[in-house]
C-alpha cells in the first residue's frame, strides 16, 4: 500500500496540505512516488517553505524555479516538466526561505499546464507550523487554492500524552480555543480528532475532499495495536461529532457544521519515507 493509494490521489490535480506534523514530509514522499510512476508533478507553496524542502533527495532530482513574473513562471515550469519531469516552484527568496505565489496564480498555472500536461499534480503547502505537531489556522489561513481537489489535514500522534503548550503547538491561543482548554492540559487523542473536525480546526477555509493523515504512528505497530488505534479513532470521531451536535459552534450568527471527512490516513516515518499504515474510511456520525 502506498501514499498515492491510501489517500485517494486522482490522476491529476491540485492537492493541499495543511495543519503541522508532518505536512512537508506527507509531500515529499508523494512526490517521490508520483516521480517513480513517471507522472509530471509541481511542488510549491501559497505561505512559505524552507528553501531546502523544495529540493527532495538524491532520488529525485528537483529542479526549482524563484520567479515572480506569473507567465515567465509557466513558460519555466514547462520546460521543467518536459524535461526533468518535475519542478519545484516559488515567487522568491527571503532569508531562507521560499516565499510562494498567490493561490490564484497556482491556480491559473495549473489551469495553463493542464492540456499539455493532462496527468499533472501540483503539491502545495498551504500553510505553516514552525515544526510544531499541532496546529489551529488563524483567520487568514489556511491559503488554499480554489481548484485543490483534495486537502490533506495533518496532525501527529506523536503529542499524545503531552501538555499542550508552544513546544508543540503552533498558535497555541487558536488551538486553545478550539479545544476548549488550558495551556499544559495534557493532549489525547480526543483532541487531534477535534482539531480534524472542528469548523475553526485545520480543515477550515479547505476546499475539495477532506483526508486526515495522523502522522508519527510507531512503525513496529501490531495489527492487535492498529486495529485498538483505529477502534479508538472512530469512538473519539464519533463523540466529537456527537458534542458538535449538542453544542453548535456559531460565527456572526451563523451555525457551523463539523467537517466531514472522507478518510483518515495512519501514516509512519518522515521526509521521502512516510508510509501509510492503515486507512479509515468515515462515514459521517451526525
Given at each position: 500500500?502506498?501514499?498515492?493509494?491510501s489517500?485517494?490521489?486522482p490522476?491529476?490535480g491540485?492537492?493541499?496540505?495543511?495543519g503541522?506534523?508532518?505536512k512537508?514530509?506527507?509531500?515529499?514522499?508523494?512526490a517521490?512516488?508520483?516521480?517513480?510512476?513517471?507522472?509530471?508533478?509541481?511542488?510549491?507553496?501559497?505561505?512559505?517553505?524552507?528553501?531546502?524542502?523544495?529540493?527532495?533527495?538524491?532520488?529525485?532530482?528537483?529542479?526549482?524555479i524563484?520567479?515572480?513574473?506569473?507567465?515567465?513562471?509557466?513558460?519555466?515550469?514547462?520546460?521543467?516538466l518536459?524535461?526533468?519531469?518535475?519542478?519545484?516552484?516559488?515567487?522568491r527568496?527571503?532569508?531562507?526561505k521560499?516565499?510562494?505565489?498567490?493561490?490564484?496564480?497556482?491556480d491559473?498555472?495549473?489551469?495553463?499546464?493542464?492540456?499539455?500536461?493532462?496527468?499533472?499534480?501540483?503539491?502545495?503547502?498551504?500553510d505553516?507550523?514552525?515544526?510544531?505537531?499541532?496546529?489551529?489556522?488563524?483567520?487568514?489561513?489556511?491559503?488554499?487554492?480554489d481548484?485543490t481537489?483534495v486537502?490533506?489535514?495533518?496532525?501527529?500522534?506523536?503529542?499524545?500524552?503531552m501538555?499542550?503548550?508552544?513546544?508543540i503547538?503552533?498558535?497555541?491561543?487558536?488551538?486553545?480555543?478550539?479545544?476548549?482548554?488550558?495551556e499544559?492540559?495534557i493532549v489525547?487523542?480526543?483532541d487531534?480528532i477535534?482539531?480534524?473536525?472542528?469548523?475553526?480546526?485545520?480543515?477550515?477555509?479547505?476546499?475539495?475532499?477532506?483526508?486526515l493523515?495522523?502522522?508519527?504512528?510507531?512503525?513496529c505497530?501490531?495489527?492487535?495495536?492498529i486495529?485498538?488505534?483505529?477502534?479508538?479513532?472512530?469512538?473519539?470521531?464519533?463523540?466529537?461529532?456527537g458534542?458538535?451536535?449538542?453544542?453548535?459552534v456559531?460565527s456572526?450568527?451563523?451555525?457551523?457544521?463539523?467537517?466531514?471527512?472522507?478518510?483518515?490516513?495512519?501514516?509512519?516515518?518522515?521526509?521521502t519515507?512516510?508510509?501509510?499504515?492503515?486507512?479509515?474510511?468515515?462515514n459521517?456520525?451526525?
Open positions: 500500500m502506498n501514499l498515492l493509494d489517500l485517494a490521489i490522476q491529476s491540485i492537492y493541499t496540505a495543511v503541522a506534523g508532518g512537508t514530509s506527507l509531500l515529499q514522499s508523494v517521490l512516488e508520483l516521480y517513480n510512476l513517471r507522472l509530471p508533478l509541481v511542488l510549491t507553496t501559497t505561505t512559505r517553505m524552507l528553501a531546502p524542502q523544495l529540493h527532495i533527495d538524491t532520488h529525485m532530482p528537483l529542479p526549482t524563484i520567479i515572480s513574473d506569473v507567465d515567465k513562471s509557466a513558460r519555466y515550469i514547462q520546460r521543467f518536459t524535461h526533468f519531469q518535475c519542478a519545484g516552484w516559488g515567487k527568496y527571503e532569508l531562507q521560499v516565499v510562494g505565489h498567490s493561490k490564484e496564480h497556482i491559473q498555472i495549473y489551469q495553463t499546464l493542464a492540456d499539455e500536461f493532462p496527468s499533472l499534480h501540483f503539491l502545495v503547502e498551504g505553516g507550523a514552525n515544526h510544531r505537531l499541532l496546529k489551529a489556522p488563524a483567520e487568514h489561513e489556511p491559503v488554499v487554492p481548484l481537489k486537502t490533506l489535514g495533518v496532525l501527529s500522534l506523536q503529542a499524545i500524552g501538555p499542550l503548550n508552544h513546544a503547538t503552533h498558535r497555541l491561543a487558536e488551538v486553545s480555543l478550539v479545544l476548549n482548554t488550558l499544559n492540559s489525547t487523542l480526543q487531534i477535534e482539531l480534524a473536525v472542528h469548523p475553526n480546526g485545520i480543515f477550515a477555509r479547505t476546499k475539495g475532499r477532506k483526508v493523515v495522523l502522522s508519527g504512528a510507531n512503525a505497530c501490531g495489527t492487535h495495536t486495529q485498538k488505534l483505529e477502534h479508538s479513532i472512530r469512538e473519539a470521531l464519533s463523540n466529537a461529532y458534542q458538535h451536535k449538542l453544542n453548535s456559531e456572526d450568527g451563523i451555525v457551523l457544521d463539523s467537517i466531514e471527512l472522507d478518510s483518515i490516513v495512519i501514516t509512519t516515518g518522515f521526509g519515507a512516510m508510509r501509510p499504515l492503515s486507512i479509515i474510511t468515515t459521517r456520525l451526525l
